[in-house]
């Protein structure tokens, strides 16, 4: 909204031409992130705390976590409240890949708001039952994936719409048939925001992680969309690309922000609404980058907590089929308790 509203000053006024600049107007976002987030923080966790939305600590878990109960939950709506609307002041409404990257993170942040809200307000243990969470995640990536193979936001001419890059490997891509990227595109998406959902366990790691990741994909997409910069270290040049900086830069201050707040002794947890909003929208730069096994690197720590929960439901599964069902209940409590 400012970049409409004063780029076009630059040609009577020369300090507008600053608002041209898409270094400057992350720099912008991410401070009015910040400050949004610090503005809005203590309204929200107070009005939390008034509502009695806490978080829900099972009584089989670790013991030092039984003090978390009652923590307000749900904080999740300060990242996007500070989020999107500073990626609104700053960036331009007109471009694909920040209009795409805030549907993302809307989208997957209303389940989320919608799992917390059944689950603390309404008294429901289970929240939004796991199967409707993933039919909704999975719907969203499949139309981001129809759409960006039907109305690619780069020209097929520079890159392929099915393709994705590989890291290390100078212009070197991986071809996708059109059904198998749209299923790609779908796996990313659910897996990147339940990923970031299991890591939130303890104060502070998601959002401290989803600070590192949003400043990693504000560089890589502010590198992506300079021809300069792209021709020097030969990577592909994505045009518009460069304006996910903004977005990401927004989404660095707004999770550092909220992460002031769930530092130990956390006085907020993000919940689902935070958890997936966040995920749904590094997965979905990732893939407008082109970059989803960049992903891998940068969001290290969050496929290696989605690996260990599959691993640890796995052996459950497998100890219940072969020595009963009370061996492996016991089995979990021991693990709970490391």
């Known amino acids: 909204m400012l970049y409409h509203l004063l780029a076009p000053l630059a040609h009577d006024y020369l300090i507008f031409n600053l608002f041209n600049y898409i270094s400057f107007r992350a720099a912008g976002a991410m401070l009015t992130a910040l400050l949004l987030a610090f503005v809005v923080g203590p309204s929200i966790i107070a009005r939390l705390k008034a509502k009695k939305i806490g978080q829900v600590i099972r009584s089989e878990g670790l013991a030092s976590h039984q003090g978390k109960r009652g923590t307000p939950t749900m904080g999740g709506l300060i990242i996007l409240l500070a989020t999107v609307i500073p990626t609104l002041l700053w960036a331009p409404l007109t471009n694909r890949f920040v209009i795409v990257a805030m549907l993302a993170m809307l989208w997957t942040g209303a389940i989320g708001f919608v799992d917390d809200y059944l689950k603390i307000v309404e008294g429901k243990s289970r929240g939004l039952v796991a199967k409707w969470k993933l039919v909704g995640q999975c719907i969203f990536g499949l139309a981001l994936g129809l759409y960006l193979y039907t109305f690619p936001v780069v020209s097929p001419e520079t890159i392929p719409a099915t393709a994705t890059t590989v890291p290390f490997f100078k212009y070197t891509i991986v071809l996708f048939a059109p059904w198998l990227y749209v299923a790609f595109v779908t ?7 339940n990923s970031v959902n299991m890591t ?4 502070g790691l998601a959002a401290g992680l989803s600070v590192i990741a949003a400043a990693a994909f504000a560089f890589f997409a502010y590198v992506f969309g300079r021809v300069d910069a792209t021709s020097y270290l030969q990577f592909f040049y994505l045009p518009g690309s460069g304006e996910l900086a903004v977005f990401c830069a927004a989404l660095m201050g707004g999770a ?7 530092a130990y002794p956390a006085q907020v947890f993000m919940g689902d609404t935070g958890a997936l909003a966040i995920g749904g929208a590094l997965g979905t730069v990732s893939i407008l980058l082109k970059a989803e096994f960049l992903l891998v690197i940068i969001g290290g720590v969050f496929v290696a907590e989605q690996l260990s929960v599959m691993i640890q439901i796995g052996t459950y599964k497998w100890l219940r089929r072969t020595r009963g069902r009370e061996y492996a209940d016991a089995h979990r409590v021991r693990l709970s308790h490391l």
């Open 200 to 203: 939130d366990g303890l104060d």
């Open 256 to 262: 550092l922000g909220f992460l002031w707040f769930n």
């Open 187 to 193: 796996f990313v998406v659910t897996g990147t925001s």
